[in-house]
């Protein structure tokens, strides 16, 4: 088992930054991609971005945000920059185990962040 918790999260003016952080633990060397998911109020989760843990491979689905790896501590980052009122929402970490797997087997309980206009 992984598990992962996030933290970094808050309340924030729009235009501010953030930084979310993401930690595994457990069996964490079972990591392949490890990614970043939010779910804004009353919408569907969706995908922000990536990263391949073997060789820090990062795609972004939403292009606003850098995802970035501590290898060191083993922590995983999204910065978030500029940040909109539709930005708020619950940011989730999710890791995969294998190149094969086709859903994301460990996830973390999110981190909050609020954007005030």
């Known amino acids: 088992q992984v598990q992962l918790v996030e933290s970094g999260g808050g309340l924030v003016q729009a235009g501010d930054s953030l930084r979310l952080s993401c930690s595994p633990s457990?069996?964490?060397?079972?990591?392949?991609?490890m990614a970043w998911f939010r779910q804004a109020p009353g919408k569907e989760r969706e995908h922000v971005a990536g990263?391949?843990?073997?060789?820090d491979n990062t795609y972004y689905v939403k292009g606003q945000f850098t995802i970035s790896r501590d290898k060191a501590k083993n922590t995983m980052y999204l910065k978030m920059n500029s940040l909109k009122s539709e930005d708020t929402g619950v940011y989730y970490c999710?890791?995969?185990?294998?190149?094969?797997?086709?859903?994301?087997?460990?996830w973390g309980k999110g981190t909050k962040v609020t954007v005030s206009s």
């Open positions: 999710a890791a995969k185990n294998s190149a094969d797997a086709s859903e994301y087997v460990y």
């Open positions: 990263i391949r843990w073997n060789d």
């Open positions: 457990g069996r964490s060397f079972d990591i392949y991609l």
